[in-house]
């Protein structure tokens, strides 16, 4: 177990290099210039700029450039954000908490409801349930995000004034420093009236649109894997001994059926770290998808690689721990290994 | 399969009817999925809009009728009778913009599905039987693609290639492409392994012949139910980016930045707002119903049944 | 999100009283549109940045509030020398910074020393402070201040600075009313640097403003208390920024009552927002013009008929209309028509397709081929260069132009434009300080040699325009000035180097128990003076 561990980790060495080296060149070849975009109307003289450009080591050859943002990165230093002045990771780590919690519950949201669902329908097969929640499914997951985001605002925010229409929490109201960054926690620990209810509002919509696709994946994945499942001989043992349908559904079934579930709410997160681009986007959420988009908008350069470098670690990360929990609640896998 | 053929009664013919072919017994297959059926008439419909827009839209999707902008549809009031749909913001037919805009997202989706295709094949199938470094490197650069979400990789993209439709569909295909390549390299794998492939190689079957000739054919399978799902992915990731300001541009009616284009009327004006939207949701539900379908038919332990 | 317990932490405890008393005291709650990128406004660009400094900040004259008349500020008084060269301010006795921000206790009043300290900091790269969040200073460069700044210096006593310049220019009191002169405290400086972070300086802010900083969050929040300073203490107690960077959302929360004032509205929203018996929207026009080049360096717009044509064509009440949704009206001069000088007198362009379209065709041009250039952002005075660029097109069509759209990133398109890659596209400007040569010469102006400069978008260089347009820059008497600029909008007319699209409009809804305050036409944000019933 432990060496497989460290292969897989020795594996992704390479890729580390390789997305150093790739990001840096990519972000280097979009046209535009960190500076010239910041300026209004005025623009800038061909001196001032070239002042400026040196004095952010912009004029620094390309390789020399790269090699010492490497070596900073090998020391834990991600550079520092043109536009805020700040520390990269400190940038990240302030609004990563945003995204987390945006697409935790998004993720909380589609296994709560995607599951029973599969549930449902595998044990109806073919019969209204099935269909209805199948054909819901599949709506959902055709859903442009970004169109039923706005449907929702419209509908829910506007129309019915039930929530908030963007924005993580009213800091107006309820004033709490960020402990965790998480507001469904700070709001809790600030001990404010009426705080918690407010962040849950607020985050009601965003959970919603995001989670909409996984939704769907999760559910149509739990159908088929139950339908395989309910085909094996010990169900039917158990239903010749039997055992209430209920019992070998919801017990014996479901948990070998929920095996491959497991793989796929994994390999969601890379799907849902994008959806999160277009939510947080469409919500004014204060994450980091939208911090990438807006530093690619200001080329920001620093923000743009950090944010990606770490970006793309955690997801690699997350398909490392998908694979290890796969082989825990799967032993046959384990073993073949 | 044979529980289905029905079995004519004694002796009409004195020989045992052959058994169906493999496109009859697909075709038989897919038909009994109601909604399969379905969202083929409906991919159909839709792709007879997109050829003959010519025809039968109303008017030129660029024209602008000064004075006639913001029009609700035929049933809300204010509205104009000579524009089904009503009208954009500068006073462009929706209907027939609707209609074009299929033109150009089932274009992005061929085209990615396409491009697509052959390059996936094409490197998962050196992936699978060179493999070695290239394999590694080829594996290597898919994890790469695959660890930068979709979006941020293809907005980084665009922003270097400049938007327009073309670079549309190179951004949407460079990230859909590990999907591709792993899954014709993972089947490619495990034919590799069967007796006939053994059989072949032992006969002195050349390695390019080995590849296309005698085990692709029998990875298409689930390489078709991928394409139908990579295209309606593919309308979604390019109407994603068209809602960016970075797909199609100005005056293109492209579904995405209709709808982008219009954020701003959300309120004032919602059915401007809304028609593009249920446009891609219909196209791209339509071709996932057709893949679902697909799959059905193709994949012998799901048909049964 | 150690760094940002750190902003917060210092003022925790005052931040949390002012949390609990919020009930009780007058809370003024502004819904703005952005995070600023630090509160010091000389390292700046953006108004929403200089909105977040200017409640803690003064400067030595400022702009009397709705208006763009300078008044005094920090300085109660100053005189210019007769050769123009010297202006000596005399500042106001007793002045109070602010105290008990990040620990900071002010040990004295402001002093010459406060002001010259500000200004060295953007001019003097041997200064402490200079490289400190590795400023770039670009207004104070931009406005020209290293080219006509010879010294400045304490005068005979604490309360008096010297400017001397190196050459006399009229509009300089203007910049300095201007957000980057803002005058900072060098004491407060002194004890950071000595705590050894002086990075906090640019976050954690101590000014001589009506509003004390409490505290901040990013993309949520900026917290201000009232300051009893020299200009009185302000009528509400609290003044809260809610950060909020959707238009819709701006506007849900002052309907809720959640904010009392707010930034850009959605136009489109603007006939919903006005049936709100609880809303006041206020406007005015703004000081700004979106406007449509062509470029006069390339055939066939080097002819004056051309361009004529071109004007005739555009259906500027139907972009007023869809463009701006009502929120602009049809610019006939370059200056907007709140900027004095301005010459009502001349007569606009009419539209008329049918005209242009033989005038085109006296002047021999067919078949013509173009691109329209459409800027990628939003700006005050265009804000949907796309769907302006649509109708163009459309309308050039009708004269039978044929035309591509095309734009860039930001940066690139405006770089490209002032290098004069294009055929035609659009652009605007919005004013820094109220002088008229800050849209004549800035906008339409050529060096000596009968180059455009880089801002001159149309490339258009026309000898007599240049004499009165630089004439009026030098001399001082406002009468005389008036005359010139007058005269420049009859030739700018005469000769149709662009068409000049709109002056937006800039709308603020405000609850209606908000009294007393202003829209800027300088777009900035001010409380100084507000009430709430």
């Known amino acids: 177990m432990f060496r497989f561990l460290l292969k897989r980790l020795a594996l992704t060495i390479p890729t580390f290099i390789a997305l150093m080296f790739i990001t840096f060149v990519m972000i280097r070849l979009v046209p535009g210039d960190p500076i010239e975009v910041r300026r209004g109307e005025r623009g800038i003289s061909p001196e001032r700029l070239a002042q400026l450009r040196h004095e952010m080591g912009l004029d620094q050859p390309i390789w020399k450039q790269f090699l010492d943002y490497a070596n900073a990165l090998l020391h834990g230093d991600f550079g520092t954000s043109i536009v805020s002045k700040s520390p990269v990771l400190h940038e990240f780590l302030t609004l990563f908490p945003a995204t987390v919690e945006l697409t935790a519950t998004a993720m909380l949201f589609a296994v709560v409801l995607g599951v029973p669902a599969g549930v449902i329908a595998a044990s109806r097969r073919g019969g209204i349930y099935d269909q209805t929640l199948m054909g819901l499914a599949l709506t959902g997951y055709s859903m442009p995000i970004f169109w039923w985001g706005l449907i929702l605002v419209l509908v829910m925010s506007n129309t019915l004034g039930l929530t908030p229409v963007s924005g993580r929490v009213d800091l107006v109201n309820y004033y709490y420093d960020p402990v965790t960054g998480f507001m469904l926690i700070d709001s809790l620990l600030s001990d404010q009236d009426g705080a918690f209810w407010d962040a849950v509002r607020h985050l009601i919509l965003p959970m919603i649109v995001l989670g909409t696709v996984p939704l769907a994946v999760i559910a149509r994945m739990t159908r088929s894997s139950m339908l395989e499942v309910l085909e094996e001989d010990y169900v039917r043992t158990a239903r010749a001994k039997g055992l209430s349908w209920t019992r070998i559904v919801g017990v014996h079934a479901l948990r070998n059926a929920l095996i491959p579930v497991v793989t796929v709410i994994g390999l969601q997160v890379g799907g849902l770290l994008a959806g999160a681009v277009l939510t947080e986007t469409i919500f004014s959420w204060p994450g980091v998808g939208k911090w990438l988009i807006e530093s690619i908008n200001r080329r920001d350069y620093p923000a743009l690689q950090g944010g990606i470098m770490l970006i793309a670690t955690i997801v690699i990360l997350v398909n490392l721990l998908v694979d290890l929990l796969y082989g825990l609640i799967n032993p046959r896998i384990r073993h073949a290994k | ?305 | 999100m150690k760094f940002r317990t750190l902003l917060g932490a210092a003022l925790l405890a005052s931040s949390m009283l002012v949390a609990n008393a919020a009930e009780a005291a007058k809370t003024l709650v502004y819904c703005s549109e952005g995070s600023p990128e630090n509160f010091t406004p000389a390292i700046n660009t953006t108004g929403t940045s200089f909105d977040a400094a200017r409640p803690v900040y003064n400067r030595l004259v400022q702009f009397k509030p709705g208006t763009t008349e300078v008044e005094p500020a920090l300085a109660e008084s100053w005189k210019v020398s007769p050769d123009g060269l010297t202006i000596t301010f005399k500042l106001r006795k007793g002045v109070k910074f602010h105290s008990g921000v990040n620990g900071f206790t002010p040990t004295r009043d402001l002093t010459a020393e406060d002001v010259i300290w500000s200004f060295d900091r953007q001019w003097k790269p041997d200064h402490p402070y200079a490289k400190v969040s590795n400023g770039s200073y670009d207004y104070f460069n931009d406005m020209g201040m290293p080219d006509l700044l010879d010294s400045i210096s304490k005068g005979d006593d604490d309360l008096t600075v010297i400017f001397k310049l190196k050459k006399p220019n009229a509009p300089i009191l203007a910049n300095l009313a201007m957000d980057f002169a803002a005058i900072q405290s060098a004491e407060y400086a002194k004890y950071l640097m000595d705590k050894g972070t002086p990075e906090q300086f640019d976050q954690i802010p101590v000014g001589t403003g009506s509003f004390q900083f409490v505290a901040y969050q990013k993309d949520a929040v900026i917290r201000y208390k009232a300051f009893d300073g020299w200009a009185g203490k302000p009528k509400i107690d609290n003044l809260v920024y809610a950060i909020t960077p959707d238009a819709t959302a701006r506007y849900a929360k002052l309907k809720a009552n959640e904010c009392q004032v707010m930034i850009a509205p959605n136009p489109a929203d603007l006939a919903e927002i006005k049936k709100n018996p609880d809303v006041k929207v206020l406007e005015q026009a703004g000081l700004n013009i979106g406007y449509y080049a062509m470029n006069n360096e390339k055939p066939p717009f080097d002819k004056k008929e051309v361009r004529e044509a071109f004007a005739m064509a555009i259906d500027r009440d139907a972009i007023i209309k869809e463009v701006y949704q009502g929120a602009g009206q049809k610019a006939k001069n370059l200056i907007p028509p709140t900027m004095w000088s301005y010459d009502d007198k001349i007569k606009d362009v009419e539209y008329n397709p049918e005209k242009a379209k033989k005038m085109l065709a006296d002047a021999g041009v067919k078949d013509l081929k173009i691109d329209i250039w459409w800027m990628p952002v939003q700006r005050p005075y265009n804000p949907n260069a796309k769907r302006m660029a649509e109708m163009i097109q459309a309308d050039l069509a009708k004269i039978g132009v044929d035309s591509t759209l095309v734009s860039y990133e930001w940066g690139e398109y405006r770089k490209r434009m002032q290098a004069g890659e294009h055929m035609t596209g659009m652009l605007g400007w919005t004013g820094d300080n109220g002088d008229p040569d800050n849209f004549f010469g800035v906008l339409l102006g050529c060096n000596p040699e009968g180059k455009p400069n880089s801002n001159n978008i149309p490339k258009w260089c026309n000898a007599k325009f240049q004499e009165v347009v630089n004439k009026a820059a030098q001399i001082t008497d406002k009468a005389e000035r008036t005359k010139l600029y007058m005269e420049a909008q009859k030739i700018q007319a005469e000769e149709m180097p662009q068409v000049n699209i709109a002056h937006s409009t800039v709308f603020e809804p405000i609850r209606k128990n908000v009294k007393g305050y202003k829209v800027s036409p300088l777009g900035s944000h001010e409380f100084q003076n507000v009430e709430l019933e």
Request: aromatic share 8%.
């Open chain 2, 1 to 305: 399969m044979p529980s289905d053929t029905v079995i004519p009664a004694v002796a009409a013919a004195p020989a045992p009817p052959a058994p169906p072919g493999p496109i009859r017994a697909f075709w038989r297959a897919f038909r009994e999925n109601r909604g399969a059926v379905l969202g083929l008439v409906i991919v159909s419909i839709i792709f007879f809009v997109a050829i003959f827009a010519n025809w039968l839209a109303p008017y030129n999707p660029l024209e602008q009728f000064r004075g006639s902008e913001t029009l609700p549809p035929f049933w809300a009031e204010g509205s104009d009778p000579k524009f089904i749909l009503g009208t954009d913001a500068v006073g462009r037919d929706m209907l027939s913009r609707l209609m074009y805009g299929a033109r150009v997202s089932l274009f992005i989706g061929l085209s990615v599905m396409v491009v697509s295709m052959v390059v996936g094949v094409a490197l998962g199938l050196v992936s699978a039987f060179f493999g070695g470094l290239l394999d590694v490197m080829i594996i290597r650069v898919m994890d790469l693609i695959m660890a930068i979400p979709s979006l941020v990789l293809a907005i980084l993209i665009i922003a270097i290639i400049g938007p327009n439709l073309t670079n549309t569909i190179v951004a949407v295909t460079i990230v859909g492409l590990p999907r591709y390549v792993r899954l014709v390299r993972a089947s490619a794998l495990s034919e590799l392994t069967k007796d006939y492939v053994t059989a072949a190689k032992v006969s002195g079957v050349g390695k390019f012949r080995l590849m296309t000739v005698t085990v692709l054919p029998n990875c298409l399978a689930p390489l078709i139910v991928q394409a139908a799902l990579g295209m309606s992915d593919a309308i979604l990731e390019a109407a994603g980016l068209g809602f960016l300001g970075l797909g199609a541009q100005p005056p293109t009616p492209e579904w995405g930045s209709m709808l982008a284009d219009t954020r701003d009327l959300m309120l004032s004006h919602p059915w401007v707002m809304a028609f593009p939207g249920i446009a891609i949701l219909i196209t791209v539900l339509a071709i996932n119903l057709l893949g679902d379908g697909l799959r059905d038919a193709l994949d012998p332990r799901l048909r049964r049944s």
